[in-house]
């Protein structure tokens, strides 16, 4: 989050005050920095210089429109897993030939809807979505594109509920099932393989599961002899939530992906999401109220879980910071909470902190991914203003939704 940064007691993202927009504008909004996504975008590129890939933002990390355009036109692709992510990523000016379309459970609309729209690849994640491809591909009478995700059942070291490439996990075929469907191939007539992905998980902050993986792959090409054009190695770098973590040592990575590049003369394909955005967003909320329990302060903030449900699905910690940074402290046992009537809905705890009043202004960091994207309509509250920042302007992105509207909906 380096383009949030306190200019003595003030918070200030790139060259603006952040209490002044939330005097502008009505909390709890989602507000991101315009140069911290071209910055990431720019140092991922780099990090993969020798390798050339195509990078597909995962678009589940956040789907609005400007942020799509933004990345677009720095040369981002799109990774997807609905024809709603498809036909906004089309929209926001991606050009379908950088187009994955991912995901377990693709209905026949969606896939007539990605081959019609000529996307790159349909990542296929069992044998009846591709016997229902291929059925498409004989109506049409065309061959489609493909992709096989593999699941190489590799534990990336995350957190429970964000893996993906263990064999227990949804996602891929086995190893042992691809060989039995590779077989029987030629059955296939309207699929061709292009590519094999693979994505083992998010918020993965080492490169050892990734080194598995790719011997993995290399040993499933090899003893099949399969040539392909793509191999997509989906995305999960992670970043520093807290102080403690180590970010991946991308550079790393990037010498194993360049030989195992060499050896297989093809083109990679990345899907990072949270790496491009996730620092590049907070969450800015006003206390409503501080209530003193038997042990504790309650801090209750205007956000709640229906904004923000990371700490409540994931138990992931956000970092909360004051936007007006006090020198006296708050004492006693303090606890982030959100207005919504569910237990769950709470944000972190703290055993010493800035001193706060009722009607000033926090931050809730790293936020960028997975904050609005996962945002709903729960206790029948309007989803929120996303607001951009581009050195000292700034623009809103998203309007906050007009409850009469919701409520008439």
């Known amino acids: 989050m380096s383009h949030f940064k306190y200019s003595g007691p003030k918070l200030f993202?790139?060259?603006?005050?952040?209490?002044?927009?939330?005097?502008?504008?009505?909390?709890?909004?989602?507000?991101?920095?315009?140069?911290?996504?071209?910055?990431?975008?720019?140092?991922?590129?780099?990090?993969?210089?020798?390798?050339?890939?195509?990078?597909?933002?995962?678009?589940?990390?956040?789907?609005?429109?400007?942020?799509?355009?933004?990345?677009?036109?720095?040369?981002?692709?799109?990774d997807v897993v609905s024809g709603g992510e498809l036909l906004k990523a089309i929209k926001a000016g991606i050009n379908p030939n950088k187009i994955v379309f991912s995901g377990v459970g693709k209905t026949e609309d969606e896939l007539k809807l990605a081959v019609k729209k000529k996307i790159l690849l349909i990542n296929i994640e069992s044998e009846s979505e591709a016997k229902l491809i291929n059925n498409i591909g004989k109506k049409f009478n065309i061959k489609i594109?493909?992709?096989?995700?593999?699941?190489?059942?590799?534990?990336?070291?995350?957190?429970?509920?964000?893996?993906?490439?263990?064999?227990?996990?949804?996602?891929?075929?086995?190893?042992?099932?691809?060989?039995?469907?590779y077989k029987n191939i030629k059955q296939f007539k309207n699929l061709k393989i292009d590519a094999l992905s693979v994505h083992i998980g998010s918020q993965i902050l080492s490169d050892t599961p990734y080194k598995k993986t790719l011997n993995i792959l290399l040993r499933v090409i090899n003893n099949l002899k399969i040539k392909l054009k793509y191999i997509d190695l989906g995305g999960g770098f992670g970043i520093s939530y807290e102080?403690?973590?180590?970010?991946?040592?991308?550079?790393?990575?990037?010498?194993?992906v360049y030989n195992f590049k060499k050896k297989l003369n093809c083109n990679i394909i990345f899907e990072p999401g949270r790496s491009l955005v996730g620092n590049a967003g907070i969450l800015v909320s006003k206390i409503q109220y501080i209530k003193k329990g038997e042990n504790k302060y309650f801090i209750i903030l205007d956000a709640g879980m229906n904004d923000f449900m990371r700490p409540a699905l994931y138990d992931a910690r956000h970092e909360i910071i004051p936007v007006n940074k006090l020198t006296k402290n708050l004492s006693g046992n303090i606890e982030f909470v959100g207005p919504i009537c569910e237990s769950t809905c709470k944000f972190t705890k703290y055993k010493n902190y800035p001193k706060i009043n009722e009607g000033d202004f926090i931050a809730i960091t790293n936020t960028g991914a997975y904050g609005s994207s996962l945002s709903s309509n729960y206790n029948t509250r309007p989803l929120i203003a996303e607001i951009l920042v581009s050195k000292n302007k700034f623009k809103v992105i998203r309007k906050k939704q007009d409850l009469l509207k919701l409520i008439n909906a």
Not at 169 to 177: D, L, T
């Open 243 to 256: 102080k403690k973590d180590k970010k991946i040592n991308l550079k790393n990575y990037a010498k194993l």
């Open 13 to 78: 993202v790139e060259d603006l005050s952040i209490a002044n927009l939330a005097k502008k504008n009505k909390t709890p909004f989602y507000l991101y920095s315009e140069k911290q996504i071209k910055e990431n975008y720019s140092n991922l590129a780099q990090n993969f210089k020798s390798i050339n890939p195509l990078i597909c933002f995962a678009a589940k990390a956040n789907t609005n429109l400007s942020i799509l355009k933004m990345l677009g036109k720095l040369g981002a692709g799109a």
């Open 145 to 181: 594109s493909v992709g096989f995700r593999l699941n190489p059942d590799v534990d990336a070291k995350t957190h429970k509920k964000i893996s993906t490439g263990k064999s227990d996990n949804k996602f891929g075929v086995s190893i042992k099932n691809f060989y039995s469907f």
